[in-house]
């Protein structure tokens, strides 16, 4: 059954806050994610409805959330990026050119780890969202995709639908994208990064 309530909390630098339904009840917590796709961004007072639902701890979450008057929303096209195929596509072609000697195995094998580790940051950022824990400094998420997480970070980011309606990080992270290639690309041509592997593995 879908409520009616207003947004009492927001916290716009995260995306989540809270509605209270109209007439009482339970608070519920509500996530940017919820929303249809092109809904201006909340604010502390806006009158929404959404669908409760209750989670296995118990806590009631808002889904399927609209702003007052707006229309039902027509079936989401695809995503322009598909993230999770990306990144797995850019892992599987390290490990191949790895594999043919195109690439050193070192620098893969840099990346396969960075990217479980930045996975992990963005799951446990995600969770912490759901659960009002301490989050995650997204610092720390640029930090590790930066160093060679990018590719697992696109997987979490599709996986978990987290951070992919907050343009600013989007604009910051694609940053650490290219920034990161072009070190990379930079390393390897200049014969740098074998040095430094050589000294490494002597």
């Known amino acids: ?6 947004i009492t909390d927001w916290n716009d630098d995260k995306g989540f806050g809270f509605v209270v339904p109209t007439g009482g009840g339970a608070r519920a917590f509500v996530h940017i994610n919820e929303f249809q796709r092109g809904s201006r961004r909340p604010l502390v007072g806006d009158l929404i409805s959404y669908f409760p639902v209750v989670d296995a701890r118990g806590r009631t979450n808002a889904r ?6 707006q229309k039902m929303e027509v ?14 596509a850019i892992l599987s072609a390290g490990v ?12 893969v ?30 610092a720390n998420l640029h930090l590790a995709d930066l160093l060679g997480g990018w590719p697992g970070a696109l997987v979490a980011q599709q996986r ?11 604009m910051i992270f694609w ?8 070190v990379a690309a930079w390393l390897l041509r200049s014969g740098m990064f074998a040095e430094w592997a050589g000294r490494i593995g002597g």
């Open 1 to 6: 059954m879908r409520l009616a309530g207003r």
């Open 64 to 69: 399927q959330i609209r702003h007052a008057g």
């Open 160 to 170: 978990f639908r987290h951070k992919t309606a907050k343009q600013s990080f989007q």
């Open 175 to 182: 940053a650490t994208v290219a920034l990161n290639l072009v």
């Open 96 to 107: 191949a050119a790895a594999a043919f000697d195109l690439l050193p195995a070192v620098l």
């Open 109 to 138: 094998g840099i990346y396969i780890a960075m990217s479980v580790v930045s996975y992990l940051m963005y799951r446990s950022d995600k969770i912490a969202a759901q659960t009002e824990a301490q989050r995650v400094p997204e």
């Open 75 to 88: 079936p989401r096209a695809p995503s322009r990026v598909p993230r999770a195929a990306l990144g797995l």
